[in-house]
């Protein structure tokens, strides 16, 4: 039977960081739907300010783990992963040059 | 060479050595050369010709080069690039082929015929290849911007991201983190529509210096600076000065530079149709 070698440290950085670059990707959607509510005008001011004041206490909640379990790169290098499968995705819907390019692979 | 049966069952190294052809490019030449040994591992590269078109080659086993050394790797396609460079001042126009492009031979055919097989059928589209590099080259041109200098100027031209930008002074702290949302977001959308609006004008101004242009992906780019546009242009090779002044230009705007690179042997152009 073979044994898993597994660092512990960078299991839990890896771990860690998908967490909290999930969790920032729900806080961003959160937010995109907060400036949506406030720029449609259904909100008083007074609900705006405890929507900000939320969300920037959430910032500041995420921007602290991240330091203190050092995981700022790990989350980055997920989202920026992430980034990466979108923007090639978008690309290859919207450019005409890059369907010639697959097709021509295909053929 | 041709393989038999026998050696399939017990490779020897000395009979599957000479069983691939390694291309560098395609000439416009028909003539029978030898560039000598300047290949990739020292081996010697010379021409299979087929007509008035020839393929620059060496002998190497049928299987790719792979290497985990990046080093040894990088080697390699410096040789490859170098072999290139040395096929055009022999032959003239090459058209070049990536790093890695082997034909291989099989029991009923030799390396060197199945080349030569291959010359044969994409003979009429290689040749329009040719007549449409031929003395030209490739440059690479890619436009960066500094993003902070970029907003900056926005900030003092746009009154509406001013307007923002004064008001979230004076608001309590939640809404202020709201407003401050709204004008990065305001940013962006003003940024995108700039960078498109630099895309269509530097294209523009680009596209009357170059016989052709291939837009290519934009890369990450160091040191704070975003890259917009990379553009690879096919140029006769008496006219880059052009070229060259009026990016010169571009670079002189403020938050911009650019980067041109060349002459490359027209690798962008050979692909696709």
Known sequence: MSVLDIDEKSLKHGVLGLVIALVEVIRDALRLQAMKRMEGGSLTDEEVERLGQALMDLDIAIEGIKEEQGIIESVRSVRDGLDDIVADALDRMINPERWKEEAEQRA | ?273
């Open chain 2, 1 to 273: 060479m041709q393989c038999s049966d026998k050696t399939e069952v017990t490779p020897r190294a000395e009979a599957v050595e000479e069983e691939g052809r390694y291309l560098y490019g395609v000439a416009d030449s028909g003539e029978k050369v030898s560039l000598g040994e300047i290949g990739i591992g020292g081996k010697e590269v010379y021409a299979i010709p087929y007509r008035d078109i020839g393929a620059v080659v060496h002998n190497c086993p049928a299987q790719p080069y792979r290497s985990d050394d990046q080093e040894v790797v990088e080697a390699w396609v410096m040789t490859h690039q170098k072999v290139v460079d040395a096929a055009c001042e022999r032959c003239g126009t090459v058209l070049p082929l990536s790093f890695d492009t082997i034909i291989k031979g099989e029991t009923e055919s030799s390396a060197e015929r199945n080349v030569q097989d291959w010359l044969k059928q994409e003979y009429e589209g290689l040749k329009s290849k040719i007549e449409k590099v031929r003395g030209k080259a490739e440059y690479g041109v890619q436009v960066f911007w500094n993003p902070k200098v970029i907003v900056e100027n926005l900030t003092r031209t746009s009154p509406e991201i001013g307007k923002l930008d004064e008001e979230i002074r004076l608001k309590p702290r939640g809404l202020a983190y709201m407003y401050r949302q709204r004008l990065e977001k305001l940013i962006k959308r003003e940024m995108e529509s700039k960078a498109d609006e630099c895309f269509k004008d530097f294209y523009t101004r680009i596209r009357k210096h170059a016989d052709d242009i291939r837009v290519e992906k934009t890369k990450k780019a160091e040191a704070g600076l975003q890259m917009i546009m990379n553009l690879s242009c096919l140029i006769y090779k008496d006219r880059y000065t052009e070229l060259g002044e009026e990016l010169d230009k571009i670079n002189q705007s403020e938050g911009f530079s650019v980067r041109f690179t060349g002459p490359w042997p027209p690798y962008s152009f050979v692909r696709g149709t």
